[in-house]
DNA sequence: CTCTGTTGTGTTACTCTATAACATCTGTCA
DNA sequence: TGACAGATGTTATAGAGTAACACAACAGAG
């Protein structure tokens, strides 16, 4: 059994939300795409968006304050991951680089300092942005 | 002149505020913290913040909604600067690595990705916090 | 010197983001 | 079956950030 077959009622609404928007959507605005399905509080959203996360199903975007489902939904190893973000269209690309982790890493460990969690956002312009610029 | 030296009243007194401080505030903390001297509004402690940054002064920590005084204020080098920030203390660590920025900008270039701010920040436990924990 | 444009200021009101507190419901497992 | 853990629904509130408008301070051009 998958972890996102055991997801509730409330924690599908939302991730399905995230899945069908091509970029990152705000907790207010999954909120308002699900009125008809019954959601009328923030907290309905905020609670469901706290498990996804758990799960690595969906990733915050601190930048933005806003919220994506994880490109890569079937690898859950845990990766340090890094976002493009095009501030023109929305887009949003997630990859990780070992190289980046390990250095990242290394600067932790020399400063005995456990990192728990790692954000890593390149805002910018995407390639289709410029190029229709 | 340095740009330090051309800073308005607003801009001085929210600078002096977060160089005080040791950790991260957010701007409705500076905003308390200068109360007796004159600021009654966010728009204020916000539009000096805005400046501030502009002039790399101060950082603003995405993760937290919060803001440092630059830890190096004289070095203008507009590098790619990276934060280990303690979640028992709130003490900040800023530094940069040139390799973890080869690698961003790699990953840019290749995407034909034209990056304007990129945010690198580590949240976990600092040695002190963990010695004493 | 004065006009004019730019930048900063002060204030009110507002929007957006997130959480506290409390009551209820539902399923699981002993 | 009953007790606990987790999910739900709701109201109210806290925290973060911006819009719009009027005014002040100051520099440079004429």
Redesign the interface.
């Known amino acids: 059994m998958t972890s996102s077959s055991s997801l509730t009622k409330n924690q599908k609404l939302v991730l399905d939300a995230l899945e069908k928007e091509k970029g990152p959507l705000s907790a207010y605005s999954i909120l308002d795409r699900l009125r008809d399905d019954g959601l009328r509080a923030p907290l309905q959203v905020y609670r469901a968006l706290d498990k996804l996360l758990d799960l690595q199903l969906v990733h915050r975007l601190?930048?933005l304050n806003a919220f994506v489902a994880c490109a890569h939904p079937h690898c859950h190893a845990s990766h340090m991951i890094?976002f493009?973000i095009?501030?023109t269209c929305g887009q949003v690309?997630e990859?990780s680089?070992d190289?980046?982790r390990d250095?990242?890493m290394g600067?932790?460990e020399s400063?005995?300092?456990?990192?728990?969690?790692?954000?890593?956002?390149?805002?910018?312009?995407?390639?289709d942005c410029?190029a229709a610029g």
């Open positions: 601190e930048s890094a493009g095009c501030e690309w990859f680089d190289v980046v250095r990242l600067w932790a400063h005995d300092f456990k990192p728990s969690k790692t954000t890593i956002e390149m805002k910018g312009v995407c390639a410029r």
